[in-house]
Nanobody, 125 residues
């Protein structure tokens, strides 16, 4: 079992930045792809970014490419999402997730087994 806890959410103005962190426990995540998803009120959960187990591969949704950066520190069992130029429409609960299987790179939520409780990000207009 992998337990995930997200921190770093908050309120920023349109165009502002936030840095989210995800801390894992229960198991080392060094062999897991790690992903970030978000869910706005009344909308489905959507993929934001993913990083491969070694950190050498990253993938972003088109909507955040060039503004968000995902990174990881396997020694600290953490994953980070740096979010820049935030837009009001990106207000959502942001979730950290890991798939059930090791060495599995995926961008669809159905593949992800372990989820944190999420952290609220609000970008005001």
């Amino acid at each position: 079992q992998v337990q995930l806890v997200e921190t770093g959410g908050g309120l920023v103005q349109d165009g502002g930045s936030l840095r989210l962190s995800c801390t894992a426990s229960g198991r080392a995540i060094k062999n897991y792809t790690m992903g970030w998803f978000r869910q706005a009120p009344g909308k489905e959960r959507e993929f934001v970014a993913a990083i491969s187990w070694g950190g050498g591969g990253t993938y972003y949704s088109d909507s955040v490419k060039g503004r968000f950066v995902i990174s990881r520190d396997n020694a600290k069992n953490t994953v980070t999402l740096q979010m820049n130029s935030l837009k009001p429409e990106e207000t959502a609960v942001y979730y950290c997730a890991a798939p059930k299987s090791l060495f599995t790179f995926a961008v669809t939520s159905q593949v992800y087994e372990y989820w944190g409780r999420g952290t609220q990000v609000t970008a005001s207009a």
